[in-house]
């Protein structure tokens, strides 16, 4: 246990600011997005900059204090107990070199941030679906962008991280320069090293052709079946998923999605062709809301159209194979209109596209199929029965699965193997011993 005295010791080597339980700003440097997720560790180092982070890593190696990374805690879904928190939510700078087309982001830096930076300059970075998400906590989870299909996963188009390992040496590693580290880092990077900014290419996208068509639920089994026959048409250039919604019946909810079924397909296409390639699905069905168009590609939240303000959520997902007509029968069972279902959202995103190209990262190469992804709302009166009800619409997804799940879409789960490769995981379990043998680094 780590006593009062050795965090007023901390507080000497930082010019950022360490909370205490006792402190009134400690629950909000702790707090993350997802609110059902409250952090409690002993102290939160608020780092002002990268030589904050050095400082908080030497310092908690030097006492064994375990110690955790947080950007935006978009990814929380299980609380940090003791130890030490830093958090990087003030490393927020941002430069764009046009020339070489890419972004050098400090890892307080959201999204949103990346991409209005880039806008004026007609290029693009490899968002997801919220651009409220951390651009670090995300890529080291490989990252599955909008434009996954068409450019690949995030982590693999990172050119270089600054990290500190746990020896407290901060170091920079790229394709040359620590390569077996910096591939692990693509993807399947939390635990191994506390980044402290990444540079990564942008693409030249300034619009896309992309948003959502809604159906009302009663049509989920024929949408279903035309995208599953669809979706393995679709060239690189479109991107695609198709949703389950179970609304709540709240004000800000647009009417004709509140405490209802609807079913979406969301769209994002780069280049010519977009209205044609998406032409069967707005045949599949009576369209309810038709909101794909030509985009700015900063408005690109509209495709998902993701909550932005922090929630008490869980979530799970499960790589899976194909949507054969077993697959979208158990998948109608589970979150279909005939089901008893208390989750509100469903999704499957078909991977594929140049989320296969391999080039030794750990996130390359294991896009295949789709990612299933649940989310439950960790609210009265349900919350107690979410985490079960996920587990069981997990399992039941899982006889079609591929054995591989995107990180970033694993929610909390324990294991996480199967988020990587037989190899990748040994590599992992190797540089976890060498980089930090007291296994001080959460993931
Ligand atoms: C609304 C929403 C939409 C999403 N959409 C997508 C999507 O389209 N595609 C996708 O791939 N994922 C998506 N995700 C998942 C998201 O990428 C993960 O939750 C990711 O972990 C969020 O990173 P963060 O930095 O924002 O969150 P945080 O909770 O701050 O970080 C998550 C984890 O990353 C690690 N970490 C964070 N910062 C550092 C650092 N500086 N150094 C070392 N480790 C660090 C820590 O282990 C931390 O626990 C979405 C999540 C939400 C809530």
């Known amino acids: 246990m780590t006593t009062q005295l050795e965090f007023i010791t901390l507080e000497d080597l930082v010019r950022g600011e360490v909370y205490d339980p006792a402190d009134s700003d400690y629950a909000k440097e702790a707090a993350a997005f997802n609110v059902a997720v409250q952090h409690r560790p002993d102290a939160v180092l608020a780092a002002r900059d990268a030589v904050d982070v050095v400082a908080g890593v030497r310092w908690a190696s030097l006492n064994s204090v375990p110690l955790a990374v947080q950007g935006t805690g978009h990814g929380a879904e299980r609380a940090v107990e003791g130890g030490l928190l830093i958090s990087t939510r003030a490393l927020r700078s941002v430069a764009i070199d046009p020339a070489a087309r890419t972004a050098t982001v400090g890892a307080g830096v959201k999204w949103r941030q990346v991409i209005d930076a880039a806008a004026p300059f007609g ?10 998400v951390g651009v670090v906590g995300y890529t080291l989870g490989g990252g599955l962008p909008v434009l996954g299909r068409t450019f690949g996963f995030a982590a693999d188009s990172v050119v270089s991280f600054d990290v500190v390992t746990m020896d407290g ?83 800000q909810v647009p009417r004709e999605l509140a405490g209802r079924l609807t079913v979406h397909v969301h769209f994002a296409h780069v280049g010519k062709g977009g209205p044609g390639a998406l032409a069967p699905m707005r045949q599949s069905a009576p369209v309810l809301i038709d909101g794909v168009g030509v985009l700015p590609y900063s408005e690109v939240d509209r495709v998902y159209n993701d909550p932005v303000d922090p929630m008490p959520f869980a979530s799970g997902g499960v790589g899976i194979k194909d949507l054969t007509p077993e697959a979208i029968d158990a998948a109608l069972a589970l979150a279909g209109p005939e089901a008893e279902c208390l989750l509100p959202m469903l999704e499957f995103r078909l991977l594929g596209g140049a989320l296969t190209s391999d080039d030794g990262r750990a996130a390359s190469a294991l896009g295949l199929g789709y990612a299933a992804h649940v989310v439950g709302v960790m609210a009265p009166p349900i919350a107690h029965l979410v985490p079960a009800e996920i587990e069981r619409t997990l399992a039941a997804l899982r006889v079609f699965g591929n054995g591989h799940t995107p990180r970033n879409f694993l929610g909390g789960a324990l294991d996480t193997s199967s988020a990587w490769s037989d190899r990748v995981n040994a590599a992992r379990a190797a540089a976890k011993d060498a980089l930090d043998p007291e296994g001080l680094l959460r993931d």
């Open 169 to 251: 040496v901060a170091r920079t590693v790229s394709r040359t320069r620590e390569p077996e580290l910096f591939n692990l880092l693509c993807g399947g990077g939390r635990g191994l090293a506390i980044v402290t900014s990444v540079t990564m290419r942008l693409y030249r996208v300034s619009e896309i052709y992309g948003g959502v068509l809604v159906f009302d639920g009663e049509h989920a089994s024929a949408v279903l079946r035309a995208f599953a026959a669809w979706a393995p048409t679709l060239r690189d250039a479109s991107n695609t998923a198709f949703k389950f919604l179970r609304a709540p019946d709240l004000p």
């Open 123 to 132: 290029l693009a970075p490899l968002n997801g679906s919220s651009s409220d």
